[in-house]
């Protein structure tokens, strides 16, 4: 089982990017998929999520209406899409699932988002 980000990067403000979570080894499509984030000598912080059925999102006041967290149940792939990047968006962003069943708290080892001028 294991979550795999990708698509950091060095990035200015007002860019885009779009990170991916793959997943292999268990059920994707029945499991609840988050991202969060660690901005240096911060704590790690909820980012956003997306259900399994109808995909509905909630996502941190923080990102909310520049950032959307999408899934390709075919590809067992989360997306998170990041638009108008700010400063404080620096962080290393994981992908995480958490259920019931095996496996019950999955982590991915993180990608590093920088945003700077």
């Known amino acids: 089982v294991a979550l795999e980000e990708s698509g950091g990067g060095l990035v200015r403000p007002g860019d885009s990017l779009t990170l991916s979570c793959a997943a292999s080894?268990?059920?994707?499509?029945?499991?609840?998929m988050s991202w969060y984030r660690q901005g240096p000598g911060k704590e790690r912080e909820w980012v956003g999520n997306?259900?399994?059925?109808?995909?509905?999102?909630n996502y941190a006041d923080s990102v909310k209406d520049r950032f959307t967290i999408s899934r390709d149940n075919a590809k067992n792939t989360v997306y998170l899409q990041m638009n108008n990047l700010k400063f404080e968006d620096t962080a290393v962003y994981y992908c995480?699932?958490?259920?019931?069943?095996?496996?019950?708290?999955?982590w991915g080892q993180g990608t590093q988002v920088t945003v700077s001028a």
């Open positions: 080894g268990f059920t994707f499509g029945r499991r609840l």
């Open positions: 995480n699932t958490r259920g019931t069943q095996y496996p019950n708290d999955l």
């Open positions: 997306i259900l399994t059925v109808g995909g509905s999102t």
